[in-house]
């Protein structure tokens, strides 16, 4: 930082002859009455007090630096209890993890099982995750022509984090990567260099901002302190999550075959925020925020499918309606102005920062059918029509045909091909009709 100054003296605005800007950064010229140097009818700042008046060492700040740039050899730290900002924005992280899981049967019925339960502290500053989670897998062979299942799993997560934007100033990695090694986390008694406490015996943390009290004033964010607001601010969420496929197989026919499934996905997301009083975003008032989220879906399909092969011919149909139903449902809000301490709920805040909500909804419905041909694994013949209807679209739009026709050629079958080295081979050409439903929710719908 010292050349940085000198380099910035000499060859910046204020264009000082080189060797007078080294004797303005090392503070050997003479002062005026406020500590400043001065040099022809202007004044300057020296090193220290350029970076804040934060002077580690125990000499003064005029021979902290030689006009050569290198430290006083005399000068010794003196910092009590220093430690650097990367090791007090993490901690020792610890992992456990533990599952029990069976599998079995009887008769025509197979089961499987399992439970899982996660305890993850991170080695950040507040973060840590737990997590329950289960499933079940049964399935059974009812009769000879008749097949059902269903494959449950649940489970439910509780999340505890601290800031992670890239260059969030509230981010303890970022803040202790950008910041100065010169600033201590915590105060030090200048005269002294002995750590500071506060009336409850705590450390106190160094925002930076300590002008009254010390004459220090940190150039890099002024009044902020990331692993303090980590500390004393809390985010935390909780997500809760159902998950369910249940089916069934008929076997009409030896060639002919119905199916049905049923797949409903459930999830619960709750988060909540809080920022103190002290330091941050949240001072002086504190403020809390709430966020929920709940999202429910499913898809229910009945396939009928035909497989039937007349000597080198093969023919697969496919006949199937399908029905998809969304939804989404959120709410979120923010009070300030904090009356009690820990009391983490909107009726400790007085005043409605923010309150917003929203939900979107969509359905899907389409009958579809296919035709794949093929003779003798070799050419190949297939076409698909679908018609789908989608609550996005008004009423006149909402239903549209959509088609394919495709055709292939197997090349590494034909004798004329067969070689050591190719062993897939494959020309496909297809052409079709597509469509695109992502538009938004309800976009044909008019403003008020």
């Given amino acids: 930082m010292w050349q940085a100054y000198t380099n910035n003296l000499a060859y910046g605005s204020t264009a000082i002859p080189i060797d007078i800007a080294r004797q303005l950064g090392s503070g050997v010229l003479p002062r005026n009455d406020k ?7 202007k004044t300057y700042q020296d090193i220290v007090q350029y970076l804040g008046n934060y002077n580690a060492f125990d000499v003064s700040n005029e021979t902290l630096v030689g006009v050569d740039g290198k430290l006083n050899p005399a000068a010794k730290f003196r910092y009590e209890g220093f430690t650097s900002w990367e090791d007090e924005a993490s901690r020792k992280g610890n992992r456990n993890e533990y599952n029990v899981n069976y599998s079995g049967g009887f008769n025509s019925t197979d089961i499987y099982s399992s439970l899982n339960y996660l305890k993850d502290n991170g080695w950040g500053l507040r973060s840590s995750n737990e997590r329950f989670q289960g499933r079940l897998n049964v399935n059974t062979k009812v009769t000879d022509w008749l097949k059902t299942g269903i494959n449950i799993n649940a489970a439910t997560i509780n999340y505890n984090f601290a800031a992670d934007g890239a260059s969030s100033i509230n981010n303890p990695f970022y803040f202790s990567r950008a910041i100065a090694p010169i600033y201590p986390v915590y105060v030090h008694d200048p005269a002294t260099g002995k750590l500071v406490y506060d009336e409850f015996g705590a450390k106190r943390y160094d925002y930076g901002n300590l002008v009254s009290e010390f004459g220090l004033s940190r150039p890099f964010n002024s009044g902020r302190h ?50 103190n009083t002290i330091v941050g975003d949240g001072a002086p008032a504190g403020r809390y925020n709430q966020s929920w989220n709940r999202q429910l879906s499913y898809t229910f399909n009945q396939l009928l499918r035909a497989n039937n092969t007349f000597g080198n011919h093969n023919l697969q149909t496919v006949l199937g309606h399908e029905f998809y139903s969304y939804k989404y449902e959120s709410i979120y809000g923010m009070r300030t ?48 029509i679908r018609a789908d209807g989608n609550s996005k679209f008004p009423s006149n739009l909402r239903w549209e045909e959509f088609w394919s ?44």
């Fill in 35 to 41: 500590g400043l140097q001065l040099y022809n009818g």
């Fill in 226 to 275: 990331a692993i303090a607001e980590t500390m004393f601010n809390s985010s935390a969420a909780n997500r809760d999550f159902f998950g369910a496929r249940a089916y069934i197989d008929i076997n009409i026919l030896p060639w002919l075959t119905f199916s049905t499934t049923f797949s409903p996905d459930i999830q619960n997301y709750k988060s909540e925020g809080y920022e």
């Fill in 405 to 448: 026709l495709g055709a292939a050629w197997r090349l590494d079958q034909e004798d004329f091909f067969k070689n050591d080295y190719v062993n897939l081979l494959k020309l496909r050409a297809s052409y079709g009709k597509l469509g695109n439903s992502d538009v938004g929710y309800y976009p044909y719908q008019k403003w008020l």
């Fill in 337 to 384: 102005g904090q009356g009690f301490q820990g009391v983490n709920i909107f009726e400790n805040f007085t005043d409605i920062s923010s309150l917003t909500s929203g939900i979107n909804e969509n359905t899907i419905e389409s009958y579809f059918g296919r035709v794949n041909y093929n003779y003798n694994s070799k050419y190949y013949l297939s076409a698909m």
